[in-house]
């Protein structure tokens, strides 16, 4: 009778009125309505194997009896492994079900324009249909999708369910704008007595709020910093695993079918709610729109942990000896949509992976006694992003360029629509950078080196535009796109923070075999998929077309300024100049 424990610790939640749903030997759902007797008889009459496969969902809205109900706001979790919440509410005597909810900032129902790109839009839709898909087989539960302001939504759910809900789960965000609204959600549910359950570390390795709030904290600026910050926080053990990052997946979660049902019929809710028919529809019709060839990256848990495996788990080689800096920016060479990287963030990014989880899969995974070190390592990135993440919440105005302490104010040029344009559809008649971006419009991911070339030919390179502007189009677009690291990589990259590369360090947008760009220059063939145009190229000239001679652009199908655009600026002499600014604006600026 043990493993029929969670059985009977279910009978006790719902006051000894359940459905049981199980599988016959024909494979077929059979659904029994019983008390303990009934229960315990069908218990007895069962085989093994039925049993393991039977769900347990309460009853308690039939019987009038009145229950304890969460609501599961999952908002960077978008997964059931390593899942504090719903562990919590598994193990949890004063919670007997939960209600899943998602809610998507946008608004679904109007025509508006959407502020998610098409790549990141199709990823998230992927990764809440797998949520609800593996929540649903797991725990017969369902996600209720929602769309519009959280706060209303949430007080809706509380308001309709009759006192039935009584907890509100979520993890914690640590974004100013996520913060001040779950202020106000507290507020508004602790009037009403419902409490409130906030999991840290879900999204992170550290306990973000924890550690910058404390007296003292100092913040980090390379790797170093981050070392002693681990070491601080004790997360690390001496052979690298951190004490979090593998809880199981819970065995046992009920859900209240009927009160779920009743709420998402209620008016005030159904307004919001998306059903994941829409959501399938609308998936299907944005990658029919934009190509179903062209996007590379299927959003969810299920594909988060096939990729963890292909690229992390089955490659002990590959993490041991993992140095960023000698990736390709090009990606795999008989692969060009494959990353040379992992490929992680956009689910790591998302929740559909847990960061804990990656990292101590490296460290089980490397080689003991001889691997790469931070900041090279894949644990180096992943500090990287803890960085960030700490940065973000200590920094004031972290996505301003003024009141923000980690960045110099520089006087960037006018917002120019036609160079920005330009630079955003991989018009700008520099082959590499425009690889690059018609890249990012297709899949909405980038490798790390062609991200440093963009932004530094957007910024201090060529362009002399402020950062934030490229960093927007980064932010709807990316697959990966996360608040804290975008704008930190953009703080980087654009020469204004404490922690950036030295300003006049400009890379080259033309690359050759020996950038540290790590471009494949011999066939170039990521830049002939990508820019089309220059297909049939020589080599030699393909990084700089313009300066090929016309007879050798008329064989290639290819005049330069009719068929494929001239450099919409001289590369040289826009660096130059830049440079010189850069310095002048810095030098004013310290004179103030
Ligand atoms: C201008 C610019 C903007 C960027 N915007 C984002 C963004 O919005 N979201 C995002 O996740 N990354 C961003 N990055 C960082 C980095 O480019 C991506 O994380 C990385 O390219 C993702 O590929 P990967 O998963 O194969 O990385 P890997 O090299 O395999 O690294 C493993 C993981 O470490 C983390 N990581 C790696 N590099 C960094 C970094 N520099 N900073 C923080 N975390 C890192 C990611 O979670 C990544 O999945 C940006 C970089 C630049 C230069």
């Excluded at 009125?17 to 069908?42: G, P, Q, Y």
């Excluded at 309460?58 to 919440?85: C, E, T, Y």
């Excluded at 998230?124 to 017969?140: A, C, F, I, M, P």
Aim: glycine share 4%; hydrophobic share 35%.
């Amino acid at each position: 009778m043990k493993k029929y424990k969670h059985i009977y610790a279910d009978l006790e939640k719902v006051n000894r009125h359940i459905i049981i749903d199980s599988k016959n030997n024909n494979n077929e759902h059979r659904s029994h309505t019983c008390n303990t007797n009934r229960v315990l008889r069908f218990i007895r009459s069962y085989s093994d194997g039925c049993i393991s496969n039977s769900r347990v969902i309460n009853l308690s809205s039939a019987q009038g009896v009145k229950m304890s109900n969460a609501i599961v706001w999952f908002r960077n979790i978008l997964r059931i492994h390593d899942n504090p919440l719903l562990d919590w509410a598994e193990s949890s005597t004063e919670v007997n079900s939960v209600i899943p909810v998602y809610i998507l900032e946008e608004n679904w129902h109007s025509d508006e324009k959407t502020e998610l790109g098409v790549n990141r839009l199709t990823f998230l839709l992927d990764s809440l249909l797998d949520l609800d898909r593996r929540l649903n087989e797991k725990y017969g539960a369902n996600l209720l999708v929602f769309s519009g302001d959280a706060g209303g939504i949430i007080k809706s759910l509380v308001d309709t369910s009759d006192e039935k809900i009584s907890w509100l789960l979520s993890d914690y965000c640590s974004e100013p704008k996520n913060r001040k609204e779950l202020n106000e959600i507290k507020e508004k549910l602790s009037r009403k007595g419902v409490e409130i359950k906030i999991f840290s570390a879900v999204n992170t390795i550290l306990d973000i709020e924890k550690i910058t709030q404390r007296d003292g904290f100092k913040a980090p600026k390379s790797t170093k910093d981050m070392k002693k910050i681990f070491e601080e926080n004790n997360v690390v053990n001496p052979d690298g695993y951190l004490s979090e990052g593998n809880l199981p997946i819970p065995k046992q979660v009920s859900s209240d079918f009927l009160l779920i049902d009743s709420l998402v019929k209620h008016k005030q809710v159904s307004k919001h709610y998306i059903t994941s028919n829409e959501m399938r529809e609308r998936n299907y019709q944005l990658r029919l729109d934009s190509g179903f060839d062209k996007s590379y990256f299927l959003g969810g848990e299920t594909e988060a942990l096939k990729r963890l495996k292909l690229k992390i788990s089955d490659c002990p080689d590959y993490v041991s000896n993992f140095r960023k800096p000698k990736t390709f920016s090009t990606n795999e060479i008989d692969n060009l949509m494959e990353p040379s990287t992992t490929g992680l963030s956009a689910y790591i990014s998302n929740g559909c992976l847990s960061v804990k989880m990656v990292w101590n899969e490296c460290t089980k995974v490397r080689n003991p006694l001889d691997h790469s070190k931070p900041p090279e390592s894949l644990h180096g990135q992943l500090m990287f992003r803890e960085m960030f993440y700490l940065l973000s919440r200590h920094v004031e105005n972290w996505d301003e360029d003024h009141g923000n302490s980690n960045c110099i104010p520089i006087d960037w040029g006018d917002y120019d629509e036609e160079k920005i344009n330009a630079w955003e559809s991989g018009k700008t008649g520099f082959p590499y950078i425009d690889s690059m971006m018609r890249q990012l419009d297709s899949t909405g991911w980038m490798h790390h080196l062609g991200r440093h070339a963009v932004s530094c030919f957007f910024t201090r390179g060529q362009l002399w535009q402020n950062w934030k502007y490229g960093r927007d189009i980064f932010q709807k677009k990316l697959v990966d796109s996360d608040w804290a690291v975008n704008n930190g990589n953009w703080l980087w990259l654009a020469g204004v923070a404490p922690f950036s590369m030295p300003y006049y360090r400009v890379y080259n947008p033309c690359p050759d075999n020996k950038s540290s760009l790590n471009v494949e220059t011999k066939n170039a063939d990521f830049i002939r998929y990508w820019v089309p145009e220059l297909a049939l190229f020589p080599s030699k000239y393909i990084f700089e077309p313009h300066l090929a001679p016309l007879e050798v652009q008329r064989e290639s199908n290819c005049i330069i300024g009719r068929d494929y655009p001239l450099p919409i600026v001289e590369r040289n002499e826009s660096r130059k100049e830049n440079i010189t600014k850069f310095k002048l604006s810095n030098m004013l600026l310290k004179e103030k």
